[in-house]
């Protein structure tokens, strides 16, 4: 696959299976390129082979069928990059059209792509929402991928930013995604990290203990955000400690705003990179969730 005639990773790149079910993710993939001032990408990945129908058949697929599946992947891609255009007439919009497995061909990608866009209309599967695709498309890209829901509403001028912080771990790559974000939109950053007030005491079931004075809790994200607030001057910061789970703080923090970011662990080849407050969040946020790769295992 090609990587195009821009600059290295200095674009903004969507992945697309169905235009009409993934025009959520194409309007933002679309208004983030031309925030960032950047090319847009639209990348349809199809599989001209298709396994499960003639896999036992040792006679030929005819080339009817082959050639079936091509105009309909240039269908859905054609569709796709009309759309952009019309929404945004000024933005340089590119059609990528590559046969093989969609996440590969995503992974691909990342990798020579500023930020990657994917849609998902999936709620119930395995991926946490995202189907498995997108589960192994963010658990390996090399860049940040942001998942937008369909039928997320479009909002006009962005209000808000949320990015979840876990204090146990470096915060540097989700702190930088999202002041420039908010300094980009012009929009209040809030920094959220989820803390309970109490933990269950080893030497005694009846006896609760404090894990950590909220007051120091406080101060610790507070020194999070100082480097970044220097930085980013014009950019209002809000700071929130929500004595609740993970999953349910970000989640309440991150309703109805237009971005929540997270970070995640780096790939790994043997086990799985998003964990259960991940999968939670992308399965029932109701706002586009940006994951932001980083250096921890």
Not at 11 to 18: A, E, F, H, I, P
Not at 225 to 247: D, F, H, M, N
Not at 258 to 287: F, I, T, Y
Request: net charge negative.
């Amino acid at each position: 696959m090609t990587s195009g005639p821009y600059e290295l990773g200095r674009r903004v790149s969507v992945g697309v299976q169905d235009a009409v079910r993934d025009r959520a993710a194409l309007c933002w993939a679309a208004a983030e390129a031309v925030s960032r001032q950047l090319p847009l990408r639209v990348v349809h990945a199809y599989e001209g082979r298709p396994g499960p129908v003639w896999a036992a058949r040792p006679l030929p697929i005819p080339t009817s069928v082959l050639h079936e599946a091509r105009v309909d992947a240039e269908a859905q891609l054609a569709a796709a990059v009309r759309e952009c255009r019309s929404d945004h007439p000024e933005l340089t919009v590119t059609g990528v059209l590559a046969e093989g497995p969609a996440a590969s061909i995503l992974q691909e990608e990342s990798g020579t792509t500023e930020l990657l866009v994917l849609g998902s209309a999936d709620r119930s599967g395995p991926g946490g929402g995202i189907g498995s695709v997108g589960q192994n498309t963010v658990e390996r890209s090399a860049c940040p991928v942001v998942v937008v829901r369909d039928h997320q509403p479009i909002l006009g001028r962005p209000v808000r930013v949320v990015v979840g912080l876990d204090l146990e771990h470096d915060p540097h790559r989700p702190l930088a995604f999202a002041f420039d974000q908010a300094h980009r939109w012009g929009c209040t950053l809030e920094a959220v990290t989820c803390w309970l007030p109490y933990l269950l005491d080893a030497q005694s079931l009846l006896k609760s203990v404090p894990a950590e004075d909220a007051t120091v809790v406080e101060q610790r994200l507070v020194d999070q955000l100082k480097p970044w607030r220097e930085k980013y001057p014009a950019v209002e910061v809000v700071a929130t400690v929500s004595q609740q789970r993970a999953a349910a703080g970000l989640l309440e923090r991150g309703s109805g705003h237009e971005l929540l970011v997270l970070g995640r662990p780096g790939s790994h080849p043997m086990r799985a990179a998003l964990g259960s407050v991940h999968l939670a969040v992308l399965r029932h946020a109701d706002c586009p969730v940006a994951l932001i790769p980083t250096d921890q295992p």
